[in-house]
C-alpha cells in the first residue's frame, strides 16, 4: 500500500523535526508534493525549515509542542485539524537516549525518556489510527533504532524503549491488515544527528566505539524510511552492515552479546 496521495486538506505530521532524520524526512515528504505539519519544543528551528521546504502551494506548518506534555500531545491532532487538514502520515520520531549505569540513573530523567520515547508514540497512534482506519488510508512510522533488537548495557532504558517500539509498531501493522494504513518501523543504527550529544556521549568516544561501515547520513536515512514507508514495508533498517548487525543481535548467545556490547560502550569504559 503505497503513501497516501497529496492533497489540499491532508497532511504528514513529524514529531522531532527540528533536525536531523525528522527534518530530512520532512524534506523527502515535501519533495513528494505532501503538506507537511512541523513538531518538536523548538519553534525556531522549525520556522526555518518550513521555509525552506514549504511553498505558497504546499506549505509547511508550524506546531512547536513539547511531546513529554501530556496535555500539549492530547491537543495536536486538533491544532492539525485547525488548519483544515488530516494527518494521512504520522511520523512518530522525536526521541532521546539517557546514558550510564542503572545504578546511577536520576529517576526523573528516566521517566521523562520514557514519556517521549515510548508513550507519546503509544498515545499518538492512538489518537490518529481511528481517523485513518475510518477513511481507509493512513500511513505510520514509528521511529525506533538497531538497539531495539538487543541490550544495551550502558543505556538501558533507551534500548527497552526502542524493543517496544519495534514490537509495538508490529503489533500495529497486523491490526491494522486490510484497512488501508500501514504501520512501519524504522531501526537506523548511528548517525550524526546531535543524538550522542543530548545523550552525554563524548563524541570521540561514540564515534570510535562504532565501526565506520555502520554509520548512514541523515538524509540516507530519511530516503530509505520514506521509500519503506511508500512500499508499506514492516521493518525499516537503513545500511547493509546494520541489517546483519541486527541479526546477529537476534541470533548470538545473550550472554555473549552482553559481553561484547559493555566492552565496546563508551560509558562503561
Same mark, same amino acid.
Given at each position: ?47 526555518? &525549515? +518550513?521555509? @525552506?521546504?514549504?511553498?505558497?502551494? /504546499?506549505? $509547511?506548518?508550524? #506546531? ?107 503489533? &500495529? +501493522?497486523? @491490526?491494522?491488515?486490510?484497512?488501508? /494504513?500501514? $504501520?512501519?518501523? #524504522? ?83
Amino acid at each position: 500500500m503505497p503513501l497516501p496521495s497529496p492533497a489540499p486538506d491532508r497532511a504528514c505530521l513529524v514529531t522531532g523535526a527540528s533536525s536531523g532524520i525528522g527534518s530530512d524526512i520532512a524534506r523527502q515528504l515535501a519533495a513528494r508534493g505532501h503538506q507537511v505539519v512541523l513538531v518538536a519544543r523548538s519553534e525556531e528551528p522549525l520556522r526555518t &525549515l +518550513a521555509d @525552506e521546504i514549504g511553498t505558497e502551494a /504546499v506549505p $509547511a506548518h508550524v #506546531l512547536a509542542t513539547d511531546l513529554s506534555d501530556r496535555a500539549a500531545r492530547a491537543s495536536l491532532l486538533d491544532r492539525v485539524a485547525e488548519l483544515g487538514l488530516t494527518v494521512d502520515v504520522l511520523v512518530n520520531n522525536a526521541g532521546y537516549s539517557t546514558l550510564g549505569k542503572v545504578v546511577d540513573a536520576d529517576p526523573d530523567e528516566e521517566m521523562a525518556m520514557v514519556e517521549v520515547d515510548v508513550l507519546a508514540i503509544q498515545d499518538l497512534c492512538t489518537r490518529a489510527v481511528p481517523g485513518m482506519v475510518e477513511r481507509g488510508r493512513g500511513a505510520i512510522l514509528n521511529v525506533a533504532s538497531t538497539a531495539a533488537f538487543q541490550p544495551l548495557p550502558g543505556q538501558a532504558s533507551y534500548a527497552a524503549a526502542k524493543s517496544f517500539v519495534l514490537s509495538y509498531t508490529l503489533s &500495529l +501493522a497486523g @491490526e491494522l491488515s486490510g484497512t488501508g /494504513v500501514t $504501520a512501519t518501523c #524504522l531501526c537506523p543504527g548511528p548517525v550524526k544527528t546531535g543524538f550522542a550529544e543530548r545523550a552525554g556521549f563524548d563524541e570521540g568516544d561514540f564515534d570510535s566505539s562504532l565501526p565506520r561501515v555502520m554509520w548512514v547520513t541523515s538524509d540516507e536515512v530519511a530516503r530509505y524510511a520514506v521509500q519503506e514507508l511508500d512500499r508499506g514495508g514492516l521493518i525499516a533498517i537503513p545500511g547493509l552492515a546494520n541489517q546483519i548487525g541486527a541479526k546477529f543481535s537476534q541470533v548470538a548467545p545473550k550472554r555473549v552479546l552482553l559481553e561484547i556490547l559493555r566492552r565496546m560502550h563508551p560509558a562503561l569504559k
